[in-house]
């Protein structure tokens, strides 16, 4: 509204009260006191009440809309503040995506000395001193993240920096505050379950890894049935070394279910079953297990039961009949020689091990065996040749084996890694 308007409204109402008083000429008495008592003008009344209640309203709008313009204001002076760290927090994270920590660090400084809560500069400070091996400054870092409030990524933080300290029941801890506000949270059952594992309690670690098989995908659930399986032998073997046979098969069964391919628990089944007395069960789970894979450690154990038996055909046998089902397998052919030789079938052996000479000429094990075959021929200098040449070469007599998970070497076949402590991972 203009001046001009506003001033010809204020008239015509002036004109309006004038003309209305000189109808109203009734006048009210209104006592204030004792001795204070005057006598108004109706109309007088009347219009003062209404210009009271207008100054009243008029003022208590201008106080509103000064409240709001300071409400305004400190929010404006607020977001300039947060854009001016958004801005230098963003510097931060270029320089740290492009290589440089240094300069990332100094704007993450720049920033906490302005907010000292701001969570997301200490994570980010956090992930710089954990790149270079400080965990207890990533620790505290990620301790201050989480103050301003428990977000799932600084929870996990957390519990990783205690873990890399080597604060485990603290991580552990962390990990089910985790749990409590997510019971799907799949990274903290796996590191729970990882922790479990690491520490050989074995139930807890089943409770979390079966959960996590309920949990997994179609993609994941290969991956998750492997650690279940795991799981289930490490416990039926602990058992079966406490003396607790039936047990111990309980979880080897259950092993098996998860994965039948799993081949710690066929060998670790019939060493139950031969521990407990029943050789003829023993071999049979061998048997059955070595139709589907031939694995060397399953054949070795059979071998020896043919040989306890007095069986050495069967011996034979049975690596010819593996060798037909996979003919390029090297360790079978070089099991077939040992066989031999251990019969004292030096020709046969000979012959067997010539032949994987020519695909594997640097083998150790091979070239002892030759040497202990030319030495019971009397050959000596030929003996002492592969002699010196299985011992010049850097292996064990064993057929050597890399786990298929983490690529370590392993002299012979082991159920675990002991590298990355994966189950069933150990090949020829």
Known sequence: MSPRVGFLLALLFAALVAYLTALNTARVRIALGGDWVYELPLMALVVGAFLAGACVTLLLTVLRDLGRSFRDFTSARRARGNEALLEIYHRGVNAQLAGKPDSAAEAYQEVLARDPGYADAHARLGELARARGDHQAALDHDLEAMRSGERPDTLLAVALDYQRAG???????????????????????????????????????????????????????????????????????????????????????????????FLPAHVAMGD???????????????????????????????????????????????????????????????????????????????????????????????????????????????????????????????WPHRCSACGIGHPYWQDRCPGCGRWNTSLP
């Open 167 to 261: 604060r485990l029941d603290e991580a552990l801890a962390t990990y089910q505050r985790i749990l409590q506000r997510d019971r799907a949270h799949l990274a903290a059952l796996r590191a729970i379950r990882d922790l479990s594992v690491s520490r050989e309690r074995w139930r807890e670690a089943l409770a979390v890894q079966e959960r996590l098989v309920d949990l997994a995908t179609v993609a994941d659930k290969p991956a998750e049935l492997e650690w279940l399986a795991g799981v289930q032998y490490a416990m039926g073997k602990g058992l079966l070394a406490e003396g607790k046979t039936q047990e111990a098969l309980s979880h080897l069964r259950e092993a098996l279910r998860a994965n039948r391919g």
């Open 272 to 398: 139950a079953y031969s521990k407990a007395g029943d050789q003829r069960e023993a071999i049979r789970v061998w048997e059955r297990a070595a139709e589907v894979t031939p694995a060397p450690v399953l054949l070795r154990r059979l071998e020896q039961a043919y040989r306890v038996e007095g069986r050495p055909s069967r011996m034979i046998g049975l690596y010819q009949a593996a060798i037909a089902r996979a003919p390029e397998d090297l360790v079978l052919a070089f099991s077939l020689g040992r066989v031999y030789f251990e019969l004292e079938m030096l020709d046969e052996a000979a012959d067997q091990f010539e032949k994987v000479e020519v695909q594997a000429p640097d083998l150790a094990p091979l070239h002892a065996y030759l040497g202990a075959i030319f030495e019971r021929r009397g050959q000596a200098a030929e003996a002492f040749q592969e002699y010196r040449r299985a011992l010049t070469l850097t292996q064990s007599f064993e």
